[in-house]
Each structure stands twice: as C-alpha cells, then as structure tokens.
C-alpha cells in the first residue's frame, strides 16, 4: 500500500505530500504521523503541501485532526506551502484549519518550530503562551 | 455540446482520476488557476458525496456555453439512498458521515449554478456549472 514518508529531523518530523491523495492515503498518514510522533517523541510537525493542488474537506478534516493528535502528544504543528488559490477555496469552501499554525515556506516553518522549542526550555516551566 | 468524460464512481481512486480530469478541461476552458482551483475542489468534495453517501455512480464532465460565455459543467448520480431534507443536508456543519459537513453546501458556494434532485430511495443527481468570468 501507498505511504507518505514521515521524514525526522532531530526534534521534528517533516512530510512533503507530493501526490495527489485519495481519502484512504490521508488517513493513513494521519495515523503513520501520531504513531510516529509518540515513537520518537517528536516535539514538532512540519506538514509540506507546496505540491498539493487542492485541499479539500476531507483532506482539512486530516491536517486538522493532526495538528490535534499532535498537540495531545506535546508536538507542534506547522502547515506550510500552501498555494494562494488553494487557501482561497478554504475560505470559500467554508473551512478553517483550527490550531494548525501556518509558515510560507519549510525555512519559515522550521523556524517557527525551533522558536516555539526554545521558548518553551528558556522559560522553564511557565505557561506557554504562544498557541 | 457533447460530454467530453463519464467517470465511474466506485473506489477512492475514481475521485481522484475525477480530479485531474476537471483540471485538464478547466485548464483547456482558460480559467483561472483559482478557479481551476474551486472547480476542482467542488468536483471533490461531489465525487466523495457520490461514492461515501451514493454507494458509488457516475460523473460527467463536460464544457457549456452560454451567451458566448464557456463554462464548465459536472453532473453526478448515484442511485443511493438519497435525501430526505435537502435544505438540511445543504446547511454547513451538517453531515451524516464523519465528515465536516461542508460537502455540499461548500461546493454549492464555490460554483456558479448548483441543482440538486433527491429524495429518498430514488438517488441523488447533482449538477454543478462554473461559469468564466
């Protein structure tokens, strides 16, 4: 069965979707990345969708309930690439991404995940104000 | 004008080969990449409501014309369970899946012309038209 690759970069797990996926292969990552995320006690999550043409209810409904499952497991979500007219049709289709944070770019995602880590560990124990 | 593709409607696959064939035609028609875009994704969020709710049937996709205006056209059937409350079914938030509830109403919003016909034990018909600009 088709997979999409979890990438890991020392904290963080990185996924660049690069095909088009049908409904079962956006599931699938959705249960690879949180059994994954608790494996290897990844703090961050960083979800590349610059090849993806279209997202639509079902495929927000995935990235949403990641950035969830993710939070529970104390990791950060950050959604980037995402094209213009892709993020158009969120709005109009009627759909927001609730708690998933978005970057322009993996550079920009990258470091707003290493930012949001290292705020956590200079400030000990104080609340995290930043989600 | 003649259907330009009839797709069968029964696996998750079918949905996206639906998907490239409506971009491919979009793309023929001259639209914008936006609108390329919420074409496409109405086509998808259609498609699944066919073979999640439908049980599976068939999409056609096909170019119109109206007043000199090109535009583009997607039908879809199933002969399914239906629907008993098509306003409802309309609104967002609803869903009788573990979806969002944004399928039809979404896809609604998102084209030009949108009719439904439905009721229960008779199936669903579904017909979309985007028009360009």
Redesign the interface.
């Known amino acids: 069965m088709d997979r999409i690759p979890i990438l890991r970069m020392g904290k963080f797990l990185l996924v660049t979707i690069q095909v088009d996926m049908h409904d079962r292969l956006a599931m699938q990552l959705q249960d690879d990345l949180t059994t994954q995320i608790a494996k290897l006690q990844a703090r961050g999550v960083l979800i590349d969708i610059t090849s993806l043409e279209i997202v639509d209810s079902f495929m927000g409904r995935m990235l949403v309930n990641i950035a969830l499952m993710a939070k529970v497991l104390d990791a950060q979500t950050v959604l980037v690439g995402m094209k213009p007219a892709v993020a158009i049709t969120l709005v109009e289709l009627g759909l927001s991404l609730p708690g998933i944070r978005t970057a322009l770019n993996v550079d920009r995602g990258m470091a707003l995940l290493q930012a949001s880590l290292s705020e956590e560990t200079g400030a000990g124990e104080a609340d995290d104000a930043g989600s | 004008m003649p259907v330009r593709e009839q797709i069968e409607i029964h696996e ?2 079918d ?2 080969r639906i ?2 064939s409506v ?1 491919t035609l979009a793309i023929e028609l001259k639209f914008s ?2 609108d ?3 074409i ?2 109405a086509a ?2 259609l498609g ?1 409501n066919t073979l999640v709710h439908g049980h599976g049937g068939r999409c056609s996709i096909e170019s119109v014309e109206q007043d000199g205006r090109a535009g583009i056209r997607l039908s879809f059937e199933d002969q399914g369970p239906g629907i008993a409350d098509i306003q409802l079914a309309l609104k ?1 938030g609803y869903t009788s899946g573990d ?2 509830g ?2 039809l ?2 896809a609604k ?2 084209m030009s012309e949108f009719e439904i016909v439905s009721s229960p034990g008779n199936g669903t018909r579904v017909s979309v038209i985007r028009w360009k600009p």
């Open positions: 998750q696959s949905v996206v998907r490239h971009r990449v936006v390329q875009t919420k496409v994704t998808s969020e699944r967002d979806g969002m944004l399928g109403g979404g919003r998102l």
